[in-house]
C-alpha cells in the first residue's frame, strides 16, 4: 500500500471483534507509519469501532473500499518493491538511524506466552562462547519502534513461530532467520515475507 492508493483514502474504518484485542499499539503504529508519506492535512481519519460503543450511532459511507481478512496461508505483500518502501517509512518514522551494517544475533523471547523456550538464556550464553554477538530480546512491553530498532540491528533472528515474527519486515536486507517449529505444526507465512522482504537468496524449511 502505497502513497498512490491511501492518498485516495478519507478514512480508515475498523469493525473490530472487542474478544481480538483493539486497534492500538503496534497495529496503529504501524498504519500511521504508512500514512506518515501523506502531508499532514491529506492523511485519512482513523476511526474504531470502539469509538461509538454505548450508543446507537450509524455510520454512512459514500464509498467504502473493503479488505478481506489476512490468512496466514496468504501472501501478506505483492512485491518486494512494496516491503521496501515500508521498511524505509518504518526508519523514517522512528527516526531510526542510517543503517548500519548489522550486528546482532537476536534471540526473541516469548516468555509468558504459549511456545516459549524454556533454555533461553542458556542457549544466548551458548551463541556468545561462539562468538557471536547475541542478545535476547522480549517485544512485550516495547513500543512499535523500539522493536523497528532492534531488528534494523539484527543480522539473523532465532524465534519460535509466533506474531512477534511480523517484524521481519523491519529487517535489513541480507539478513537471516531461524524459525523453531513444534513438528506437527508448520506455516510457512514468514517464509514467504522473509523472500518479499530481505532475504538475497531462496529460504528453506527443515524438518526434524
Known amino acids: 500500500m502505497g502513497p498512490r492508493l491511501i492518498s485516495q483514502i478519507r478514512y480508515f474504518y475498523f469493525s473490530h471483534d472487542k474478544n481480538k484485542g483493539l486497534f492500538d499499539g503496534w ?24 469509538a461509538w460503543r454505548g450508543n446507537d450511532t450509524w455510520l454512512r459511507f459514500e464509498d467504502v473500499l473493503l ?18 518502501w515500508i521498511r524505509r517509512q518504518a526508519y523514517r518514522f522512528c ?21 516459549q523456550l524454556v533454555n533461553e538464556e542458556e ?6 562462547a561462539a562468538g557471536f554477538e547475541a542478545q535476547l530480546q522480549n517485544f512485550a512491553g516495547k513500543s512499535f ?13 532465532v524465534s519460535n513461530h509466533g506474531a512477534q515474527l511480523a517484524n521481519l519486515l523491519f529487517l535489513q536486507p541480507g539478513s537471516a532467520v531461524i524459525e523453531l517449529f513444534n513438528p506437527f505444526f508448520v506455516l510457512d507465512m514468514y517464509q514467504r515475507m522473509a523472500r518479499r522482504g530481505f532475504a538475497t537468496s531462496p529460504s528453506r524449511t527443515r524438518r526434524s
Do not use: H, K, W
Request: glycine share 2%; hydrophobic share 45%; charged share 25%.
Open 123 to 128: 542457549i544466548v550464553a551458548v551463541l556468545r
Open 145 to 157: 519502534c523500539e522493536q523497528v530498532r532492534v531488528m534494523q540491528a539484527t543480522r539473523v533472528v
Open 67 to 84: 479488505f478481506p481478512m489476512v490468512n496466514a496461508m496468504t501472501d501478506t505483500f505483492s512485491s518486494v518493491e512494496e516491503t521496501r
Open 95 to 115: 527516526n531510526a538511524s542510517a543503517p548500519r551494517a548489522p550486528r546482532f544475533v537476536t534471540l526473541l523471547s516469548r516468555r509468558g506466552a504459549r511456545r
Open 27 to 50: 497495529s496503529r503504529a504501524y498504519l500511521l507509519t504508512i500514512l506518515s508519506a501523506l502531508p499532514s492535512d491529506r492523511q485519512p481519519a482513523i476511526l474504531a469501532r470502539e
